[in-house]
């Protein structure tokens, strides 16, 4: 599910806001959760899921044909 799906969802789910409504509440719950990522902080929204950035170093990769590191 992508953003205008969740909007489409929520407007279907509900006859007491419109779609400009609905896409406020959206966009700003997006951007405090990105805003708590941006700032290093872990979000949990109980009974939804959590979020939080994780460091992975980059993968090496071989050269099958050459056996070189590329």
């Known amino acids: 599910m992508n953003k ?9 789910s509900t006859a007491h ?3 400009k ?14 805003e708590s990522l941006a700032s290093g902080e872990r979000t949990e929204i109980r ?12 993968h090496v990769g071989r050269n099958p044909k050459t056996g070189g590191v590329d």
């Open 47 to 58: 009974g939804f899921g959590s979020f939080d950035l994780r460091y992975h170093p980059p």
């Open 21 to 34: 409504d609905i896409t406020q509440a959206v966009n700003a719950i997006l951007s405090a959760i990105e």
């Open 17 to 19: 806001y419109n779609h």
């Open 4 to 12: 205008p799906d969740l909007i489409e969802y929520m407007l279907a």
